[in-house]
């Protein structure tokens, strides 16, 4: 089946703009993760959907970060006024239930995000 | 708060030969993941491991987990070219809504 899909591939942006990611996960998935993958800071934590409860959002490194999820299916990560260290590769994952109980986390392929 | 440490952080070996990633965390969890990642590519899930004793095998690599000392180590044997990759531990605690902390990842080459 259709595994995670994440939007754009690759995104070139100017310092001070504002970029929208998005990221479909398994039909059927109720939790949905974004992480953010840097040179310098590795793999980090974002944002944690799970159903219609409040997002866990401890992860976002700034309000300049914003995310929602829509319906509890498509989610949408925003990076308001783009900074350089904002460039990284973000990716989404999702997993059948709330997360627990040693569940897989099945990534998207990312996108690239480069801030000039 | 969680810490996740791999080492070696850069492992270059030949084919044929055996070597062990090993992955260390700070704080009680019988939880551990290992991924895989192609350059370029996403994150591949290899292993997951629940409980103390854990091991489990996939191929030519194996994977263990000891919680009280909290160490999970990836084992190779007799690798092959196909197995070059980043191999990422990850780590999740109960009531954090089980997000992954990872290790910083070990980029493994291994040559003919």
């Known amino acids: 089946g259709a595994g995670v899909s994440q939007s754009p591939s690759n995104k070139v942006t100017e310092k001070g703009k504002d970029v929208e990611l998005r990221c479909d996960p398994i039909s059927g998935h109720t939790a949905l993760y974004w992480y953010r993958q840097s040179l310098g800071q590795g793999l980090e934590f974002l944002i944690y959907?799970?159903?219609?409860?409040?997002?866990?959002k401890s992860g976002l490194p700034s309000d300049r970060f914003s995310a929602e999820r829509t319906g509890g299916s498509v989610s949408t990560l925003t990076i308001q006024r783009t900074q350089q260290e904002d460039s990284a590769v973000y990716l989404c994952a999702s997993t059948p239930t709330r997360g627990g109980l040693g569940e897989t986390q099945y990534f998207g392929p990312g996108t690239r995000l480069l801030v000039l | 708060e969680l810490k996740v440490e791999q080492n070696p952080l850069f492992l270059s070996m030949q084919e044929g030969k055996n070597y062990t990633i090993y992955c260390n965390y700070s704080t009680t969890s019988d939880r551990l993941y290992w991924y895989r990642q192609d350059p370029g590519k996403s994150l591949e899930s290899l292993f997951v491991l629940l409980s103390n004793g854990a091991v489990k095998q996939e191929g030519r690599l194996m994977a263990s987990l000891d919680t009280k000392a909290r160490l999970s180590t990836l084992h190779i044997t007799a690798a092959v070219h196909d197995l070059s990759a980043t191999y990422f531990c990850a780590v999740d605690l109960r009531g954090s809504n089980y997000k992954l902390t990872f290790g910083k990842g070990t980029l493994l080459t291994v040559n003919p």
């Open positions: 959907f799970q159903g219609n409860s409040a997002p866990d």
